[in-house]
Nanobody, 114 residues
Framework: QVQLVESGGGLVQAGGSLRLSCAAS????????MGWYRQAPGKQRELVAA???????NYADSVKGQFTISRDNAKNTVYLQMNSLKFEDTAVYYC????????WGQGTQVTVSS
């Protein structure tokens, strides 16, 4: 069993920054991809950013140049640095990892006030 613990969400004014963290623990084999998804009210969950074990990244067009994903393989942790936050970035952000199977975090709320 793999557990994911997310942290770093909260309330921030537009233009501000937040850094999300997601630490994986438990029966970890070898984590391949790690990523962040988000789901706004009334919308489908969407990929925000992903990173492979080797460091290759992929971003949604809406966050390119604004968000940065990184990971610490030794700590089994993935981060999402979010800058210049906008009201439309408000959502629940979910961590996701692929370790043979896909695992999800519990979600952390990010609210951007205009």
């Amino acid at each position: 069993q793999v557990q994911l613990v997310e942290s770093g969400g909260g309330l921030v004014q537009a233009g501000g920054s937040l850094r999300l963290s997601c630490a994986a623990s438990g029966s970890i084999l070898s984590i391949n991809a790690m990523g962040w998804y988000r789901q706004a009210p009334g919308k489908q969950r969407e990929l925000v950013a992903a990173i492979t074990r080797g460091g290759s990244t992929n971003y949604a067009d809406s966050v390119k140049g604004q968000f940065t994903i990184s990971r610490d393989n030794a700590k089994n942790t993935v981060y999402l640095q979010m800058n210049s936050l906008k009201f439309e970035d408000t959502a629940v952000y979910y961590c996701n990892i692929l370790d043979g199977l896909a695992y999800w975090g519990q979600g952390t709320q990010v609210t951007v006030s205009s």
